[in-house]
């Protein structure tokens, strides 16, 4: 959507493999805090394609933010926490705007004022 400030902003990514223990719990993790902060997580299965097997294949579970932040292997909850409420930071306030029921890229209208008088 044009103009949405949350539609120029990269989605979080988290790599990961079947089978992964860290993975697992980085996944659940990450996911609780991508909802809270309203940043999207786009997980990815990095035995689906042989370049990020080649690339990562011994360090995941890999999880990318927007902003550069990058967390590998085991994270504590509040680490993750942290490493999302920045990437929220980045964005501007139109993630604001959609949770408090606004609709997308629409202002709080003023109430009318009683012109009778």
Known sequence: MRGDPEAEI??????????CSP????????GRSARRHGVRLRVVDIDSDPALRELFDHEVPVLD??????????????????AFR???GRRGP????????????EAPRRPREDRRS
């Open 86 to 88: 920045r990437a929220a």
């Open 23 to 30: 993975c697992f719990a980085l996944k659940r993790l990450a």
């Open 10 to 19: 990269a989605p979080a990514v988290l790599y990961t493999r079947q089978g």
């Open 65 to 82: 933010l927007p902003g550069g932040v990058r967390l590998q292997g085991r994270a504590s909850a509040g680490e993750v926490d942290d």
């Open 94 to 105: 139109g993630w604001l705007k959609r949770i408090l029921c606004f609709g997308a890229g």
